[in-house]
Every structure is written in structure tokens, then in C-alpha cells.
DNA sequence: CAAAAGCGATGCAAAAAATGCACCGGACGA
DNA sequence: TCGTCCGGTGCATTTTTTGCATCGCTTTTG
């Protein structure tokens, strides 16, 4: 969409930090790029840079248009996937942030069922941890997130809500796994796993730790739920996850067990798009989908 | 903005219905103008216009593109008005679409008031029916509407209502004067006259009417609320207007009186935007100010 | 029923805009 | 203090846009 090419050119320079380096990266000399900034900000009326000795910076001014741009050009994507549709091929893209749990079950399930009925439907699936999902959103580089426990919630509006039970990974033969239903504090006293503190699992340890003033104390953090799941089963520790990313098969030889809600309380899984948005016809359809499944762990 | 000026053609061609005259209206030879389009239907994806043998159309995917646009121009010029006040200077334009009653008095009085506070921010008025105002905001083309009783409420955020009761206008020494309220059926016993289908204040007449199963019968009809307020000074008829646009001074020889409520209902003044928008500062503070100015009347 | 008028489309040359290149002056770091 | 990287600018070149003339078609007009 050529008239949109000068806020691509901006859009790098802000990536890049300087005019020259953003030039490099797009193909184009310094001094063409140089010009279109200057002739934009002329007839826009304002500088939207800050220049400074060893490049330039947004100015606040420079913030709120590109907040606007990006908004355009997602509307216009939106457009464009509602006239795909009027010609009656459902065609588009849906870009999904979402937490590792519904990488290697939920999500490859639901969007192979999707495009059953919409092959013409195409998808890209980033992992982020909750806060940069909803940062995602916000920069309109994602057009629906599926995240545990989210922060902010502003400029984020909630599809769909599940609760999910934290539940402890442990191999088979753990002293835990004979239990129904563990305790916080029996998780305490084995050796554990934790992922980072930008993880909402963590978060909500946390804070069922400090309630109960028995510190966190893990044996190895990592920001990949895979590496837990795999670890758990070379010593008797445990790890924890949400059952939406569990599926355990006896082969695995791996036990699964939900933590007693009296330690730590149920987390939201939340589906959301950016607040007010329209979302394109396809992504709105499988959010639609998405939501649909997720009644399913009600 | 240059990166518009695309969209600024297709607008000109949707106002005159073919391309070549477009292209005389806006300077510019049908050729170029033509190929203009021909090159955005090419990276947008699909035409835009229908050719028709006199001329061209938009067609649906035109609708939806044309709407895009008219929602981006306007958000841009939220921005560039939020720029402005960046930089202190309360700047900026404020369209407002309404009904004939807020011409006379209210809305000079509130728009000079504003702008002794804010003397860089310059207003259009615009006189429109109850559905013209609401097009307008749908079309972008005013920020805010004051109007009577609106038609279809869709895409019209209420800001503030209040009700008006409407009031028949007769000079003195008419029969009815010396009453405090009046009631339709005298009224209807009367010479009267009435504005047109259009307006809110005939649409409640009629219903009443309808009810009383007493046609109305106007001697005069009219789309100039002024033309019927000077009509009643030369004959015994009688008019009607809600009390925001009246200011009744002895020298003009006119009375004013309520028609009961038993009778007609109130109906609404309302102040609205085109719903989920987000309007420039000025508009913004104006409509907060309106709605202030609007509480004295509930 | 034929001529005229109006429409969108297109080939081609002219005009306008954007770009690349070479270079300037200033700030910063080694 | 010298070298480097930055944004800015004058000028020739390339690319894009525009205007003009004209075609083929349909509707209107006489």
C-alpha cells in the first residue's frame, strides 16, 4: 500500500535509532529518507523527531502518530479481509500471541481445525510472555492474545476467561504422586522448578508463597516450560504448569497433579484483543472458535 | 497530507459520479485521475468503483474503503490537534451539526464563551435535520451533533440528553395566552403551523395527534423554525419550538406557553458523537462544556 | 436510425517528484 | 586531536505522475 510507505520509512528509523542506519536497512540513501522525514513533518505541521548527537528518537508528537499509523494500517488490513470475504473466499492472516502452554496442544489443534474449513486462512503464532502479548496488541503486531494471568488489562478487552488449577509435573514413582491433590507446602519440600517472574505461574506461587511465609526456593528457573517438563523427569523434583498445556500419556512417565486451590488459587487464561478494535473477519471468526473450545475447560 | 491525496480523488469521483467529472472539479485531467485510481484498485486488490455506461459507482468493497479512509483523515486530525496541545497552544476545530432550535441562542453564547478561553480554536455550525446530523457524524464530516429527538440512534454516542418540553409560540392577546399550560386539542382548534416531516418536534405532534385522533391540519408548513416564530406575529396561529431556542422579550409581542405533558411527552435534546470515537482536544472540551451548559435545563 | 455527446481506457511525450551521490559542519569517543 | 558517525543540503539523474490526443463503447438526441 504505497501511500502508507512513508510511515514504513518512519517505522524503521525508529527500529534503527538513526536515519543512516534505517536507510541501510531499507534500501534507500540516508538523504532520500532524510527528506521524506523533513517534508512529512513539515506538512504534518510538527517535528516528530528528536534529533540528538548520535541519531534520532520519537518526540511525543512522533508517539502519537505512530500509534495512529499503526491503527491505519491494521484498519486497513481489516478492510481488506472484509473484501476478501465479499467475494465469498474466506482468505486472511490471524496472528496470535500467546503463553508457551498453548503451543504444544491447544493451539495446533484449533487452528488445524480451523483451517479444515478456511484453507485459504493463514497464521502466525508468537510465543511472549504476558506482558509483551499485551504489548503486541497495543502495537497492532498481533491481533488476538491467549496469555495466563496478563498485567496491565488496559487496551486489553477480555473474549473469553477460563480458571486454570496450577498443576505439578512429577515422574512417576515421586513420593507426591500418590496423592490426589498436593499441597503448596509439600512442593516446598522437594527440590522445584520455577519459570521467571515474567511468567504468571510464577506470579501466582509467589504470591501463595509469601501468604504462607514459605519462600520460593527453585533449583533452576527457566523461561522454557519444555525444559521443566523434561527436567522433572532426571531427579525427583517438581515443576509446575496449567492443564490446558498438559497432556500426559503414560509413556511419558511423567505425573500430573492439580495444587490444592486452598494454597494457591485458580489463574485466568484470558483471550483478548486490542480494546475497540475490529478485528479482520478471519481472526474474529477463529477468536469465535477459540472461544468456543475454551467453554470446554470451564 | 500528501499520503491522502489518493483518497481525496476517490471522494471527489464518489461526489460527481464519473471520473471526468471529477477531474474538472478538481483540476486534474480525467486521464490521470483515471489511472490514479486504476493503480490503487491494483495494489488494493480488488476494484472499487463499478463502471457504469454514464459513469462509475462504488461498489461494496468501495463502501467499506471509503469509510476507512474518512475514519483515518479524522483520526489524523485528532492527532494533529493533540500535537497542538502538546506544545500549550490550544489550538484546533470544532464542527458541530444541529437542530435550528440551538442557532439562535444557545450555541453563539456557548461558542463565544469557549472562546474567550480558547481563542485559537475556530468552529463550523451547520444547520441539519435530526438525520443529516446523524450522517454527518457517521461520514466524519462533523465532530459533534445537538440535536431533537434523533431518528436512528446507530453509531450515536449520547453524551448528554436532556428533555425539552416543546412550547406553543402565539402573539398576545391570543386566546390561549392566558392560560399557563396549554392543551394540544386547543391548539389543533386553532390555525397552526408546523414544521416538517423532518424535524423531531413535528414527529411528536404527529404522535400525539395520532393518538387524540385529531389530524393535524397545519395552514403553513415549514423546514424555518424563524419563519413560523415571524408568521404567528401577523395572525392568530399558532407555532411550536422547544424552549432552548427560545428567549421570549416583551418588545417582540409573543407568548410562550407549555403544552401539557398529559399531552404531548418531552422530548430529547441530545448532544452525541459517532459512537467509539476518539474526538480532537477541542472537540472534546467543547462537548464537556456543552454538556455542562445542558445541565441547567434538566 | 444516424449523429452527437459522454463515458472509461490507453499510448506517448512532457512535467514533476523522488532518489542517489558527494560533501558540509557539528558532536562524540578514543 | 583525529577519526567516526550523525543529520542536513546542492545538484544531476532516475522514477513517477500528469496532460494531450485518441480509441471504442453506450446512451441520448434530433
Known amino acids: 500500500m504505497k501511500h502508507l510507505q512513508t510511515f514504513r520509512y518512519i517505522e524503521g528509523v525508529v ?25 512529512f513533518e513539515e506538512e504534518f505541521g510538527s517535528e516528530i523527531f528528536e534529533r540528538l548527537p548520535r541519531g534520532v528518537r520519537l ?13 491505519q494500517e491494521s484498519d486497513l488490513r481489516r478492510v481488506q479481509s472484509q473484501v476478501a470475504d465479499l467475494s465469498g473466499e474466506r482468505r486472511g492472516h490471524v496472528s496470535v500471541a500467546c503463553s508457551q502452554a498453548l503451543i504444544p496442544y491447544f ?7 480451523y483451517r479444515t474449513h478456511h484453507p485459504g486462512v493463514s497464521f502466525s503464532v508468537t510465543v511472549r510472555d504476558r506482558e509483551a502479548a499485551e504489548r ?20 486489553f478487552e477480555v473474549l ?23 499441597r503448596l507446602r509439600d512442593c516446598l519440600d522437594h527440590p522445584h522448578v520455577l519459570p521467571t517472574r515474567h511468567y504468571g505461574v510464577r506470579a501466582l506461587l509467589e504470591d501463595a508463597a509469601t501468604r ?29 504448569q496449567i492443564p490446558i498445556g498438559l497432556q500426559p500419556r503414560p509413556e511419558d512417565g511423567l505425573a500430573v497433579r492439580p495444587i490444592s486451590t486452598r494454597d494457591v488459587p485458580a489463574g485466568s487464561l484470558l483471550l483478548g484483543q486490542m480494546r475497540g478494535r475490529t ?9 469465535q472458535g477459540l472461544a468456543k473450545a475454551l467453554e470446554a475447560f470451564r
Request: hydrophobic fraction near 50%; avoid cysteine.
Open 279 to 287: 478485528l479482520p473477519v478471519a481472526s474474529a471468526r477463529f477468536a
Open 59 to 71: 518526540n511525543p508528537a512522533g508517539e502519537l502518530l505512530v500509534q495512529h499509523f499503526r491503527a
Open 107 to 113: 493451539l495446533p489443534r484449533q487452528i488445524a481445525a
Open 212 to 240: 504462607g511465609s514459605r519462600p520460593l526456593r527453585p533449583i533452576a528457573e527457566s523461561d522454557s516450560f519444555d525444559f521443566m517438563r523434561h527436567y522433572v523427569a532426571h531427579e525427583d523434583a517438581v515443576a509446575f
Open 160 to 182: 473469553m476467561a477460563v480458571p486454570q488449577i496450577i498443576h505439578v509435573l512429577i515422574r512417576e514413582g515421586h513420593p507426591l504422586a500418590n496423592r490426589e491433590e498436593v
Open 15 to 39: 527500529r534503527a535509532g538513526s536515519i543512516r542506519k534505517a536507510a541501510d536497512d531499507m534500501n534507500i540513501t540516508a538523504s532520500a529518507l532524510n527528506r521524506r522525514i523533513q517534508r
Open 136 to 155: 503486541d496488541l497495543a502495537t497492532f503486531s498481533s491481533d488476538l492474545a491467549l496469555v495466563f494471568e496478563p498485567v496491565h488489562l488496559v487496551d
